[in-house]
């Protein structure tokens, strides 16, 4: 990165809760100094609804349907650099549970025979939820759920000054 430039990073939920978003936020106060280096392009947190080139994409969640899928490939197709962020998007992690169930059995039981919504504008559910790297190519991947902000801090800051990120090295516990 040349000197002087911001960090240009973008970031999305796909079949996530929030939480990795959360631990985004649980940096605290070092967010001020990271915003001295990095500009938030599109995302939860700045509510931007377009995505520009960007250097850096933290995909949080898995894919659970097709705007999932939509999402994920615009962030490969515009972010140099695309980070699997937490068990979500790196497995799937909790919404993968639904994996063994039938989906149109499961939507047929909560909203009744006949009445399933079937709207347009609704995204179509997948039949099971995938890992992102089942559709795009990823560079890094941050484990955890969600991975600590300690780990998030670390592998930002290392991207920044020009370090080879060697993500939650000695950060993360499996335990
Ligand atoms: S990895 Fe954990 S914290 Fe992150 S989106 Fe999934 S369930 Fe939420």
Request: charged content about 25%; aromatic content about 6%; some cysteine.
């Amino acid at each position: 990165m040349s000197p002087g430039k911001k960090l240009k990073v973008a970031t999305a939920s796909l079949a996530g809760c929030f939480g990795c978003h959360m631990s985004l936020l649980d940096i605290d106060e070092r967010l001020f100094t990271l915003l001295e280096r990095v500009e938030l392009d599109r995302s939860p947190l700045t509510d931007l609804k377009v995505l520009s080139a960007c250097d850096l994409g933290l995909i949080e969640g898995g894919l659970c349907n097709a705007e999932n899928v939509e999402v994920l490939r615009l962030f490969r197709a515009r972010c140099k650099v695309l980070v699997a962020v937490g068990a979500c998007a790196i497995n799937g992690g909790l919404p993968a549970q639904r994996n063994h169930l039938d989906v149109r059995e499961c939507l047929t039981k909560v909203y009744g025979e006949g009445s399933v919504p079937n709207d347009p504008e609704l995204p179509l559910p997948l039949d099971q939820v995938h890992p992102i790297s089942d559709v795009v190519r990823v560079d890094y991947f941050l484990p955890g759920c969600p991975p600590s902000a300690e780990v998030l801090w670390q592998f930002l800051t290392d991207l920044l000054d020009g370090r080879t990120p060697k993500p939650g090295a000695g950060l993360i516990a499996y335990d």
